[in-house]
């Protein structure tokens, strides 16, 4: 991994509706820019440039997405409203950030979630695309939301057991169900409802699924915040249509790309990356043997990044 840096700016941005969205550059201020789209939603950025890049090279712009990170309103407050957070208007969020730094055309950089936001901006702006890389791969089709939330379930089944008790009704769309217990008002509901939904994320996280993993806590103003976040996308389908990047595939030929996935990322199972593969004519596939959705992918990245650091 490349030095990851601090940043050299850094600012907030007001996007209207009452939000201001945390961005920072790091690296070479006069490098080719790039932008890192996180994960989650609402993972945020970090504070530092991520390794991928180097930062000799690059100007690595990256953003809190509303409502997470440095972002305000943050998602863990009281009475949080959530509904002018869509991924219509991420992608506004985006295009003013471009506009504000004054770039014409950057290198997308999308994790998890954040690949289902890159290839949703690239296939409504393309002409500010210069090229893709896309890892930990979600294409925003409902079937990979009812994987997770259901597919799941039958390779973790003590796990699922679990978190399905956590909702009134297990019959109806579980995500929905969490995301009304998250939004009580009533700190030990939404409490716990946080901790229920953040513990089947560990357990999909793991290989195999369900296994014992030991790591850091959740910090439980981010652990909220996250698990409000992703249960409000997830309850909502992302405000996607199901066959969109099906349908608009043709649009990203003229974008060189890079799709880089873990052989153990077990999220592969509804074929996500094939199938972005396919609709996304001219694309690299990279498979990364033992590589996991969390980790093991960065040095295929690296590449990508170095090969188009030259362009």
């Known amino acids: 991994m490349y030095p990851q840096v601090e940043p050299y700016d850094h600012g907030m941005l007001d996007v209207g509706d009452g939000h201001s969205v945390y961005w920072m550059a790091c690296g070479n201020p006069d490098g080719k820019p790039a932008l890192y789209v996180h994960g989650g939603p609402g993972s945020g950025c970090g504070v530092r440039s991520p390794g991928q890049f180097d930062p000799a090279v690059y100007r690595i712009v990256s953003f809190d997405q509303r409502n997470c990170g440095r972002s305000t309103p943050h998602a863990s407050e009281p009475g949080i409203d959530l509904s002018t957070n869509t991924t219509d208007h991420l992608i506004r969020d985006m295009e003013q950030l471009r506009e504000h730094l004054g770039i014409d055309k950057w290198l997308l950089f999308g994790v998890s ?28 089709r409902h079937c990979e939301v009812e994987w997770l939330i259901r597919g799941f379930g039958g390779l973790a089944p ?31 509901v939404h409490r716990k409802a946080a901790e229920d939904w ?23 103003r981010f652990q909220l915040a996250f698990a409000r976040l992703v249960t409000h996308y997830f309850s909502n389908r992302c405000w996607l249509a199901d066959d969109e990047l099906a349908r608009r595939g043709h649009v990203l030929k003229g974008i060189p790309g890079v799709i880089v996935h873990g052989q153990l990322d077990l999220g592969a199972l509804t074929g996500k990356p094939w199938v972005l593969h396919h609709a996304w004519q001219g694309s690299e596939l990279v498979i990364v043997e033992h590589g996991t959705h969390a980790a093991g992918t960065a040095e295929a990245v690296m590449a990508a990044t170095d090969r188009f650091a030259k362009v």
């Open 113 to 140: 979630w954040g690949s289902v936001l890159s290839l949703t901006y690239a296939l409504r702006h393309p002409e500010r695309v210069s090229e893709m890389i896309v890892t930990a791969v979600a294409t925003g």
């Open 158 to 188: 003590e796990a699922y057991e679990r978190f399905l008790a956590g909702v009134p009704d297990p019959g109806e769309d579980v995500s929905a169900a969490y995301h009304r217990l998250l939004m009580d008002p009533d700190p030990a």
């Open 198 to 220: 953040c513990a089947w994320e560990d357990a999909i996280a793991t290989v195999p699924p369900g296994r014992d993993v030991e790591h850091e806590p959740w910090e439980p």
